[in-house]
């Protein structure tokens, strides 16, 4: 079972910045894909990045360009930097792992608690 924890969420002005992280039990982000989601109220889970064990990376249209996804291999980590954010970015922000190269949340079994992110 993969135990994932995510923080580095807060409240921030349109145009800052953020990095969030993500802390995977074992050696789960060896063994699986790591994405990055977000859910606003009464919206949808979407996902917005994902990265493989070699560093190949895929974002959402929506957040191309301000988001970039990375890892610390050796602390199994998972960082998502988030620049000229919006207030449109607020939500919860939540990493999960697959083993499909997807960006769609039904298709990763292993879920964190979340991270909220606020922007005004």
């Known amino acids: 079972h993969v135990q994932l924890v995510e923080s580095g969420g807060g409240s921030v002005q349109t145009g800052g910045s953020l990095t969030l992280s993500c802390v995977a039990s074992?050696?789960?982000?060896?063994?699986?894909?790591v994405g990055w989601f977000r859910q606003a109220p009464g919206k949808k889970r979407e996902g917005i990045a994902i990265?493989?064990?070699?560093?190949?990376?895929r974002y959402a249209d929506s957040v191309k360009g301000r988001v970039t996804i990375s890892k610390d291999a050796a602390n199994n980590t998972v960082d998502l930097h988030m620049i000229d954010l919006k207030p449109e970015d607020t939500a919860m922000y939540y990493c999960a792992t697959s083993k499909l190269w997807s960006l769609e949340s039904s298709d990763f079994p292993y879920w964190g608690r979340g991270t909220q992110v606020t922007v005004s």
């Open positions: 074992g050696n789960s982000i060896r063994t699986y894909f």
């Open positions: 990265m493989n064990s070699i560093g190949s990376e």
